[in-house]
Each structure stands twice: as structure tokens, then as C-alpha cells.
């Protein structure tokens, strides 16, 4: 019997309220078609509004809600644009994933068949360590974890401890246990001898504990080669925070589009849905977007939440969602992005009449 879900939306900026209901709308198509209970979904604030109306990218009545749901979507937001002091803050993204210690961002690239691929047959998942790394920002009690000690010098670090490799490495060998049994460790350990040195050790001895799975590792300069030539060649990537936030736009764009890269951020408890896009403000409102990474990233919260609470019917409604948006690209229907020349609203829209057909 599968249960009801309480979810949030957090709309975001740019392209966020486009993308983000169009989510909705097929997500709610799947649920009622599989004959699940409707989501139970409520709106929150955040972004540029929340600063407007409560003087906080990220009030604290939103992260007070959020402790309470089966999950979220959260859309993009324009940080880079907010006024001070909120653009010199800790992001929108940055602020939750630290809150919720969502440390696991698992992030597939897989081509569609006439989807516009660089590399045809790319299908691979990039398992972000999403905690520390060189994100200085995630590293610390207080502040940014950046310093200026005179105005023309500027500090960051970057923390790689065992404990936040092990479990993202455990993620990873777990992931991949379930699909091609292959795991490639990215890293730069010829220079970051330490930091990314240990990351890759790390692996390796987490390694040892799924001897099914083959195991390599690359550079992370040397692994964007491979990616844009052979991406098909890869299964399991693990790496850190940053190479991790860099490949998975090259990935996303060499499987079709960055627009089409969806992404959930996990801990053992909680899930966010968030495409691997930014908010992209020179195309907002403008009906142009691409919400496929926003869709699928929806879709990979609904399998988390059939996996948590062993729901067939919502893993169905995960499965409906993947394969009608593969069905809709497949059939010519695509936003500009991928060469075709449906608005947002038209991709959805067809995406949510080939799951109402499946009924
Ligand atoms: C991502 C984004 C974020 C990141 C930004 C918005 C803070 O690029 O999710 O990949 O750098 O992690
Ligand atoms: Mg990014």
C-alpha cells in the first residue's frame, strides 16, 4: 500500500518557477496514474522573494518546514545577483545542503535516443561528495570559510577528512552494485597529494569491501578528456565537492543538454531534488527552458522515497516519469536547448499527457 507524501516546493529564482510547477504537474500526473495518494505539497519561500518579504535568502521558518516533510524541490536561484549583504552569505544551496548535512549529491548524465547526445549511449552517475572538499564555505562552524587578508590576497581552504570519504565512497560502491558494478575514483592526487590523495585511498580501501565491483581512477584534468570522448565508457564516478559540482555539467552537457542533468541531494534521512543547472536569468520568463533536469530530478526523489519506505507504487511513478520524458524527446518534442523548438510549458505538458495515456 503506498503511503502519502508531504513535500515542499522551493521555486527559486530565474527559471525556477517555470521548471519547478512544471515538476509538479508531472509528478502529480504519475502519482494519480499509478493510483498512489496525491502528494501532499506545500510551497515555501526562498531566493530573492524570501529576501524581498522576510530579509532572508533562506528564512528560518523555511528550514523549520522542511525538517518536517519526506523531501523537497528546490529550484535554482540567482545568488550571484541578490544585493549585499545576502550575495557575500553562504548560497541558497550551500545554506540547506550544510543544514540537512545532505552530504551525498548523486548526479546521472544518460543520453535519450535522438536527444541530442555528444556522446551517444552515455549513461553514468556522478556521486558528489556534497560537505567539504574545496568548498571552503561547507567547512566551517561560522562564516564562508574564505579570508582577504589585505585586499589583494585571498584565502580559501579545502578539508578532506576519511569520515565524509567513507561514507560517499559507500554510496558509490552501493550504487554501483546496482548497475554496471564499475567505480572510477576522480582526484588530483599529483599535486593535492594529501587532500585528494587521501580521497582516493580512502576509495580504495572502501574498495576492498565490494570486491565485485572494478575500480579505477583518474586526474581530474586527464578524466575530462575521457568524458568528452568516452563518456560512455563510465559507470560510477566518486569525487570530491568541487571536480564533482565541474564534471557534472560537462557530463550533463555531453549526455544531451545541462539542461536535461538532474540531481538529488541526500543524507540517510532526508532528500532534495535540485537540477545540476543554475537559474539561468538571461532566458527567464521567456518560456524556453529546458525543465527535463528539474523533472528526472523529481523523479530520482519519488525511487528515494520508494526505496526508503519500499512503496512499489511510487517507484513506479519514478519509472512512468523517466520513461515518458525518454518517450516525448524520443518523438521530437524538445526545448531549444536540445535543438528542437517546444516552450517548457509544451514539453510538459506533452510529458504529462503520455503518463495520463499509460492509465
Ligand atoms: C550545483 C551548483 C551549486 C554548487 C551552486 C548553485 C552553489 O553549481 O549544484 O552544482 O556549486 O554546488
Ligand atoms: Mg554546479
Excluded at 308 to 331: G, R, S
Amino acid at each position: 500500500m503506498s503511503q502519502q507524501y508531504r513535500l515542499a516546493v522551493l521555486n527559486g529564482d530565474g527559471i525556477g518557477p517555470e521548471i519547478v510547477p512544471a515538476s509538479v504537474q508531472i509528478v502529480d500526473a504519475a502519482v494519480a496514474t499509478v493510483g498512489a495518494p496525491a502528494i501532499d505539497w506545500s510551497e515555501l519561500p526562498l531566493g530573492r522573494g524570501a529576501i524581498d518579504e522576510f530579509g532572508t535568502a533562506v528564512p528560518e521558518q523555511t528550514l523549520a518546514a522542511l525538517s518536517d516533510v519526506d523531501g523537497w524541490l528546490l529550484g535554482p536561484h540567482d545568488s550571484a545577483s541578490y544585493p549585499e549583504p545576502h550575495k557575500s552569505l553562504l548560497n541558497p544551496s550551500g545554506t540547506i545542503r550544510k543544514h540537512f548535512d545532505l552530504f551525498a549529491n548523486i548526479r546521472p548524465a544518460k543520453a535519450f535516443p535522438g536527444g541530442n547526445a555528444i556522446v551517444e549511449g552515455t549513461d553514468l552517475v556522478i556521486v558528489r561528495e556534497n560537505t567539504e572538499g574545496f568548498y571552503a564555505d561547507r567547512n566551517t562552524f561560522a562564516g564562508t570559510g574564505e579570508m582577504m587578508p589585505t585586499k589583494d590576497v585571498a584565502i580559501m581552504h579545502g578539508i578532506i577528512t576519511r569520515a565524509a570519504t567513507e561514507r560517499i565512497a559507500h554510496e558509490a560502491f552501493k550504487l554501483a552494485m546496482t548497475r554496471d558494478k564499475r567505480v572510477t575514483i576522480v582526484h588530483k592526487a599529483n599535486v593535492l597529494k594529501m587532500t585528494t590523495g587521501l580521497f582516493r585511498d580512502v576509495c580504495r580501501e572502501i574498495a576492498a569491501q565490494y570486491p565485485e565491483v572494478s575500480v579505477n581512477d583518474f586526474h581530474i584534468d586527464a578524466s575530462t578528456v575521457h568524458l568528452v570522448r568516452r563518456a560512455d565508457k563510465f559507470d560510477v564516478i566518486v569525487t570530491e565537492n568541487m571536480f564533482g559540482d565541474i564534471l557534472s555539467d560537462l557530463a550533463g552537457e555531453v549526455a544531451g543538454s545541462l539542461g536535461i542533468a538532474p540531481s538529488i541531494n541526500a543524507s540517510s534521512t532526508q532528500a532534495m531534488a535540485q537540477a545540476s543547472h543554475g537559474s539561468a536569468p538571461d532566458i527567464a520568463g521567456r518560456n524556453v527552458a529546458n525543465p527535463i533536469g528539474m523533472i528526472l530530478s523529481s523523479a530520482m526523489l519519488l525511487r528515494w522515497l520508494g526505496a526508503k519506505f519500499n512503496d512499489e507504487a511510487i517507484l513506479k511513478a519514478a519509472d512512468l516519469v523517466e520513461e515518458k520524458v525518454a518517450a516525448t524527446v524520443e518523438a521530437g518534442t524538445m526545448t531549444p536547448d536540445m535543438g528542437g523548438s517546444a516552450g517548457t510549458k509544451e514539453f510538459a505538458a506533452a510529458v504529462v499527457d503520455a503518463i495520463t495515456a499509460a492509465a
